[in-house]
């Protein structure tokens, strides 16, 4: 059974995390539908202003209720997160509230002075939910749009691999927030079948970064293709015979997110600096950096 401050604090971190991704996969769809899909449009920009009201309700209960770790990790918002945000509002008309980073900014981390009470208990419960009424409707969203496209009913600019990868992110998302309402008890290792999930949305990551940049960019594309084939042996050395997943020997899944994290990182500073010549918007190589950052934080619990 999760104690009140475990449930507070994991809640919270967790909805920082989420919420920006959620609202970015919004954006990322918003600017991928054709002209003659505006309906689809116009529904994903609701999502992503939902997402933002909620991402600035859990800003306002954060504040000295979630870990300095947390906080410093990048998983939030990295150095590049509003400058692409400035850039992607820039090009491609989508409105961002941009407080939302400077307020992350500014949020205190828990001390041993920050007193978790029932109301705030309360508060965070009913935040939770709302948020999982809401991801209810983003799952139907982005399954209608996943089959639509996989039977050739619609086509957008994101890869069908990308919208069935940002499904399986969202109802990751759902699982936690599951479990944290039924206050279960928290692992604070990562769980096995975890790792082997976030591993594989490395794998994911690199490929789709492979298949996004310029053919002019050689040396990136063969620094993806090798982080592709490095996160397949490594995503493959978790599966043992007879269905488990074992975590295995070494740290090669730290040490390649941190390494596929660097690449991602210049990837983002050179979109916005104009040294990479890519099919991404910057906020979308932020994004992969920020999931990376993430999933660094919790192989290090
Ligand atoms: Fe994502
Ligand atoms: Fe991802």
Redesign the pocket.
């Known amino acids: 059974m999760l104690s009140r401050e475990e449930f507070i604090r994991l809640s919270l971190e967790n909805n920082l995390f989420w919420l920006r991704i959620m609202k970015d996969h919004a954006i990322f769809i918003e600017n991928a539908l054709p002209a003659p899909e505006i309906r689809l449009a116009q529904e994903a920009d609701r999502f992503k202003q939902q997402f933002e009201q909620l991402l600035a309700s859990t800003i306002i209960l954060a504040n000295a209720s979630v870990s300095k770790e947390s906080l410093l990790s990048g998983e939030f918002y990295t150095r590049f997160t509003d400058e692409a945000e400035r850039l992607t509002m820039q090009f491609t008309d989508i409105d961002i509230n941009r407080n939302l980073i400077l307020q992350t900014t500014n949020i205190e981390p828990l001390t041993q002075y920050s007193v978790a009470t029932a109301a705030k208990e309360q508060d965070v419960s009913l935040l939770n939910q709302s948020i999982l009424t809401l991801m209810d409707q983003f799952i139907s969203f982005k399954t209608g749009l996943y089959n639509n496209q996989v039977s050739c009913w619609l086509i957008t600019s994101l890869y069908t691999a990308v919208l069935e990868?940002?499904l399986e992110?969202a109802r990751e998302y759902v699982t936690i927030l599951t479990s944290l309402q039924r206050r279960e008890t928290p692992q604070m290792t990562i769980s096995p079948e975890k790792e082997y999930f976030w591993a594989h949305?490395m794998l994911?990551?690199a490929k789709a970064i492979r298949g996004l940049l310029d053919p002019s960019e050689m040396a990136l594309f063969n620094e993806a293709d090798d982080f592709s084939k490095l996160f397949t042996a490594i995503t493959d050395s978790y599966l043992v015979p007879g269905d488990n997943i074992v975590v295995p020997a070494g740290d090669a899944t730290l040490t390649e997110t941190i390494a596929l994290s660097e690449l991602k990182a210049h990837i983002t500073r050179g979109l916005i600096e104009c040294k990479v010549k890519a099919l991404m918007i910057p906020l979308y190589a932020d994004h992969?950096l920020r999931?990376a950052y993430h999933f660094i934080r919790l192989l290090q619990y």
């Open positions: 990868h940002v992110e949305l994911d990551h992969l999931e």
